[in-house]
């Protein structure tokens, strides 16, 4: 352990501490550099839409299933509830994709009947049926985290695209080259 | 004008590390005999840089007291409807806020050192100083630059947005800043080893200079991490007392470091070896807190604690910490072959012992950071991975069990050299206790390895950390030994309480409906009724759970589930029933879709016994401090008696002739 007296020269290992702070510095200054990915892609981007089937969100409108994706075109899944705030900021970007022709099917996420029925009144309806998903089950198996959330799903009945996020007036365009893409 | 004064402030302070920097470097070109000319401001200047630091956070906290809207860091932070409490807790509750706080501590503990510390060579204190002042210059030029917190808003605002509920507890009050002050006060400890190294004058003066600092700042540091950890476990409500996150190790590595330093100095101060290994540690632990500020602050690692994070912040406190570290850590490397080894030892001694625990701490330490910046560099590589207890309680194991049984042993060895022969009765106690209690704990059931090997070291331990006393006068030994036995016994509590809660938990998840009960071992939990509550700025749904002990008499916890508004979150407020055997943890969660309730209850025996041990070792520590402080006010005042009658027989005796 003792070594003794006053030694001139360099000692090796008096290096170390400062070599292993470089191989840090070096790696969280490239870290810091690199964009952050935010949110959890679904992995079930590519696969087919699973089966489900859920109940009237509210009077209004019918309930969703995933049979109502079948047939002819692509349509957008729309994820959301009335508790949320961006769903009000995508709220009118929702209504432009309706007014070009575009069919939105909803999941309301641990949401009540007048809540829904209420939001819908207050920010546009641009649904034609929405399914109430009380305990996020249907959400989960879409593989997404959050809301609101927006996936393309082609005319053959699989997710192609999926839109983490509020819809802002600029990914209006992008959603309508992805459904498009999934015709 | 509240801002204006407290930016003014801060800018004056930063004016006055400039002066500190350099009249401290000045001081190093004294040439013998006589002072630099420049190298008096040193010591004013950290002074009054304290006082105007501490300032700017007095008006920091003011603005938030009074909820002044046109503050921009006011406004996103607080609320007028906070209750008072929390808005002065608000202050450091976020990125600015918290800081300033640590500049604030930083200046104060400069202030303390330039005022209180006069037994260094003038050279020395003049280098510690300048690295002080430096250190200072370079938060304050990054609160200045990039954090502002006296921002004004254009417009003031109509209402604040609020505090992350989780931060609205009383745990909050007093975690971080304690932390803070922890971690900070190790920048003192980084200044004076910077400041020996410099001038060479690594020995056992700098050494029992060093000591109260560290001392002091592992005191809190322990402090704040056994606060935190409370708060996590109530706050959090997973049951949990320590979740390996990243923000949790930040503050943990500096506290092993600390504890390393602490025992190091210690040995340099007594028997005036390790000088090398001293240094080092003294760059390392400070460094230690730097790095968990970059970690927790910089964004680059996620965390379960939510705290504002900005790249380009991160930028600048990465930028400071190459200046600091990298700068400490090359003049180390240049300088520190020129400080000699100290006195030799054997290794059956007292500081074999230190050293050996030394060298287990630091693996600990390298164990928890590889651990924690692993994600990092699995990241860096596209992985993502995260890395939890299944890593960090198997592999700090490793060292820390050899750790602890030398720790029963060391104190009872002597200095520089001894026989193990010697020490053979307590050596012999110890083993038949650990094995007496491993075999107790063997028989009585089938529990994890770890907590029952760290339930027979606790039995041991809490033996040993007397067995220095023995054959002692009690009424004779010293403040400081007292205060090591009350640490070390502390830690052996808790330990305790932590392989306890490991190995005795039990835990019972129900849907139940009203008037449902269920049995949790000994204990019927009952929910007798859920009904909604208010408070000041959530609305809760409120559980009543009667828990009765056999035949007991129930006692009433109140579980809520809360709902704050501005911001908008769920807190779960756990209801704990505190025995002196342990505690009672109740959490609601959500009500199932046939109306039934979730129910989660864990009956955690000896649970608290791990922060009443926190509270032993920092009380063991303060007791070293006062030990330390009154030998050293005595034989200050034995020198002065000393130099008083060498003078007064200079005057008696005639000049003798040349």
Redesign the interface.
């Known amino acids: 352990m003792s070594t003794a007296e006053t030694r001139s020269g360099l000692r090796l290992w008096l290096w170390i501490p400062l070599a292993l702070f470089a191989f840090f510095a070096g790696l969280a200054g490239y870290m810091l550099t690199q964009e952050k990915p935010e949110f959890v892609k679904s992995t079930m981007v590519g696969k087919p839409l699973p089966e489900f089937t859920l109940e009237p969100a509210f009077d209004g409108l019918p309930g969703a299933s995933s049979g109502d994706f079948e047939g002819g075109k692509p349509r957008l899944l729309n994820i959301w509830a009335s508790w949320c705030l961006p769903c009000i900021a995508e709220a009118p970007q929702l209504e432009a994709l309706k007014d070009e022709g575009v069919e939105i099917i909803g999941i309301a996420i641990r949401d009540r009947p007048e809540d829904v029925a209420r939001f819908l009144e207050r920010h546009g309806n641009p649904y034609t049926r929405i399914g109430a998903d009380a305990i996020s089950a249907v959400q989960l198996e879409l593989g997404s985290s959050g809301v609101p959330e927006t996936f393309v799903i082609g005319s053959d009945g699989t997710i192609r695209y999926q839109h983490i996020g509020d819809i802002r007036p600029e990914h209006v365009a992008l959603l309508k080259a992805e459904l498009e893409k999934a015709q | 004008m509240i801002a204006e004064i407290g930016l003014a402030a801060l800018w004056l302070a930063a004016a006055l590390a400039v002066l500190q920097m350099i009249s401290g470097a000045a001081a190093l070109r004294s040439v013998d005999g006589s002072t630099h000319p420049l190298a008096i401001y040193a010591r004013p200047a950290a002074i009054v840089q304290a006082v105007l630091a501490v300032l700017a956070f007095l008006m920091l906290l003011r603005a938030f007291a009074i909820t002044d809207l046109s503050i921009k860091l006011v406004a996103t932070n607080s609320h007028s409807m906070k209750p008072m409490i929390y808005k002065l807790t608000g202050t450091w509750g976020n990125h600015e806020g918290s800081m300033l706080l640590w500049v604030g501590v930083l200046a104060l503990a400069g202030g303390l050192l330039a005022g209180l510390e006069k037994r260094l060579p003038e050279k020395t204190m003049g280098a510690t100083l300048a690295v002080q002042g430096f250190i200072a210059l370079g938060f304050y030029a990054f609160l200045l630059l990039s954090s502002n917190p006296f921002e004004r808003l254009p417009v003031p605002a109509a209402e604040g947005i609020g505090l992350n509920p989780l931060l609205q507890d009383i745990g909050l009050a007093i975690h971080p800043p304690t932390l803070y002050a922890g971690y900070v006060g190790l920048s003192v400890a980084f200044s004076l080893a910077m400041g020996a190294l410099l001038t060479r004058e690594v020995n056992p003066n700098f050494a029992r200079a060093m000591r109260p600092w560290v001392l002091g700042a592992w005191v809190l540091l322990t402090l704040g991490i056994t606060a935190g950890s409370y708060w996590a476990y109530y706050e959090l409500g997973w049951g949990g007392w320590w979740f390996w996150d990243p923000v949790e190790n930040a503050s943990l590595m500096p506290w092993l470091a600390a504890t390393a330093l602490m025992h190091s100095v210690s040995v340099l101060a007594a028997r005036d070896?390790l000088r090398?290994w001293t240094i080092?540690l003294g760059?390392?632990a400070f460094?230690m807190s730097m790095?968990g500020t970059?970690l927790v602050r910089?964004?680059?690692l996620t965390s379960v604690h939510a705290f504002a994070v900005d790249?380009e912040r991160?930028?600048f406190i990465?930028a400071l910490?190459?200046i600091y570290?990298?700068g400490a850590?090359?003049i180390?490397?240049?300088r520190?072959?020129?400080?000699?080894?100290?006195?030799?030892?054997a290794?059956v001694s007292r500081e074999?012992a230190l050293?050996f625990n030394n060298v287990m701490l630091s693996a600990i330490l390298a164990i928890v950071l590889l651990g924690t910046?692993y994600p990092?560099?699995a990241?860096?590589f596209d992985a993502r991975v995260s890395v939890g207890p299944p890593y960090f309680n198997p592999a700090s194991a490793i060292f820390a069990i050899p750790m602890f049984l030398v720790m029963a042993v060391g104190p009872l060895l002597r200095w520089k050299e001894d026989k193990p022969l010697r020490v053979q009765f307590e050596m012999l106690l110890i083993a038949a206790v650990l094995i007496a209690t491993l075999a107790i704990v063997a028989l009585a059931g089938d529990y994890p390895l770890l907590p029952v090997l760290g339930l027979g070291l606790a039995a041991a331990l809490g033996v040993a950390a007397f067995l220095p006393l023995r054959g002692r006068k009690l009424s004779r030994v010293p403040t400081a030994v007292w205060g090591m036995v009350l640490a070390h016994f502390g830690v052996a509590v808790s330990l305790l309480g932590m392989a306890s809660e490991g190995a005795f938990t039990e835990e019972r998840l129900a849907a139940v409906a009203p008037g449902d009960t269920v049995e949790m071992g000994d204990w019927l939990i009952t929910l007798e009724s859920v009904a909604p509550v208010a408070g000041p700025n959530w609305t809760a749904i409120e559980a009543r759970v009667a828990a009765r002990l056999g035949e007991g008499e129930a006692v009433t916890l109140t579980p809520q589930a809360r709902n704050f508004w501005s911001p908008a979150q769920a807190t779960s407020e756990s209801a704990l029933l505190t025995r002196w055997n342990g505690q009672l943890y109740a959490v609601i969660g959500a009500q199932t879709?046939d109306g039934r309730w979730q129910l989660r209850v864990w009956w955690k025996p000896f649970v608290t016994f791990i922060w009443y041990g926190g509270l032993l070792i920092a009380l063991g520590g303060v007791l070293a401090i006062i030990g330390r402080v009154q030998v050293d006010v005595k034989r200050r005042k034995a020198a002065e008696l000393g130099e008083e009658r060498r003078a007064d027989l200079a005057a008696l005796t005639p000049e003798p002739a040349e």
């Open positions: 070896a090398t080092m760059v390392l460094s790095l970059f910089s964004g680059v790249p991160g930028a990465l910490l190459l570290i990298g850590f090359t180390f490397a240049l520190a072959s020129a400080v000699s080894e100290g006195k030799r030892f290794a074999g050293v910046l990092l560099l990241e860096a879709p």
